[in-house]
């Protein structure tokens, strides 16, 4: 039997373990995302150790995902600054609830070189990486869809981003299809599934974490961003299950990020879990 447990980001409108959880059931999700500050500001907030325990012993696997604006190849200072602050905070929280992984994004270099991009990658993620205690959780790296100057879209680009982290044991991975797609990863084609995940296991054996399922809405190679309901995008239905019959899948959590409100989200997840069959 396979062991990936399908689920969604949650809306915790009404407390982090509260609100999440109800939504949770709402859906039918046996792991959930959340957020655990604003995603789209850049102060922090203390979290409720009653919340906090609720979560914790809810029994699902929990992921936390750090605020849209973090890039750590922004050469604006203030954007730096306020990246470490927003990583090391959602790290923190996501000890305190039980989290098995933060999710950030790899990001841009905006208006300057790759290497320099790198180079802050380096100056800066690396000592966060090395903040994470035994018991995690693990940081995953989230490769975009390729638009304007980002550091990671496609599998090989994870190659010289976790040569800067050098190898880092807590720097793992989260795959976004719609991205991976996007960039470039023909996963409807017969066997583009099986072939995206050899080349991932040829730059980063073993460090898939999670997958964002999302279907997309624009063809192969768009480079554009947008998420579709499973099964109603240019991937299709069947990756998804080629995607949970391969070997390197095994264990590793499905979220979707998909459009719509609680029946078009558990709709999705029933989709996956037949395909998950």
């Given at each position: 039997m396979r062991n990936n447990p399908i689920g969604g980001h949650v809306s915790i409108a009404g407390g982090l373990a509260t609100g999440g959880l109800r939504y949770a059931?709402?859906?039918?999700?046996?792991?959930?995302?959340?957020?655990?500050?604003?995603?789209?500001?850049?102060?922090?907030?203390?979290?409720?150790?009653?919340?906090?325990a609720k979560l914790r012993e809810a029994g699902l696997p929990v992921f936390a995902h750090t605020p849209y604006m973090v890039n750590f190849g922004s050469p604006t200072e203030a954007t730096l600054t306020g990246s470490v602050t927003l990583v090391?905070?959602?790290?923190?929280?996501?000890?305190?609830?039980?989290?098995?992984?933060?999710?950030?994004?790899?990001?841009?270099?905006?208006?300057?070189?790759?290497?320099?991009?790198?180079?802050?990658?380096?100056?800066?993620?690396?000592?966060?990486?090395?903040?994470?205690?035994?018991?995690?959780?693990?940081?995953?790296?989230?490769p975009m869809?390729?638009?304007?100057?980002?550091?990671?879209?496609?599998?090989?680009?994870?190659?010289?981003?976790?040569?800067?982290?050098?190898?880092?044991?807590r720097a793992c991975l989260c795959l976004d299809t719609c991205h991976m797609f996007a960039a470039?990863?023909?996963?409807?084609?017969?066997?583009?599934?099986?072939?995206?995940?050899g080349e991932l296991d040829q730059v980063a054996p073993?460090?898939?974490?999670?997958?964002?399922?999302?279907d997309c809405k624009d063809v192969c190679g768009s480079?554009?961003?947008?998420?579709?309901?499973?099964?109603?995008?240019?991937?299709?239905?069947?990756?998804?299950?080629?995607?949970?019959?391969h070997p390197a899948t095994d264990g590793v959590s499905l979220c979707i990020e998909t459009p719509g409100k609680a029946d078009k989200h558990r709709e999705d997840i029933e989709l996956l879990k037949k395909l998950r069959g």
């Open positions: 059931a709402e859906i039918g999700a046996e792991m959930i995302q959340v957020f655990v500050t604003n995603p789209r500001a850049w102060a922090v907030n203390d979290g409720d150790p009653a919340e906090d090391r905070h959602t790290l923190r929280r996501g000890r305190e609830i039980g989290a098995a992984g933060v999710v950030v994004h790899t990001g841009s270099a905006v208006s300057q070189s790759r290497e320099s991009a790198l180079r802050q990658v380096r100056e800066n993620l690396l000592p966060l990486l090395d903040e994470i205690p035994d018991d995690g959780p693990d940081l995953l790296l989230e869809a390729g638009q304007g100057q980002m550091l990671c879209a496609t599998v090989q680009d994870l190659g010289p981003y976790l040569e800067a982290l050098e190898f880092h044991p470039g990863h023909d996963l409807a084609a017969p066997g583009g599934v099986a072939e995206m995940l073993g460090r898939l974490r999670m997958i964002h399922a999302n480079k554009k961003d947008r998420h579709e309901n499973i099964g109603a995008g240019h991937i299709g239905a069947q990756p998804f299950a080629d995607l949970m019959r």
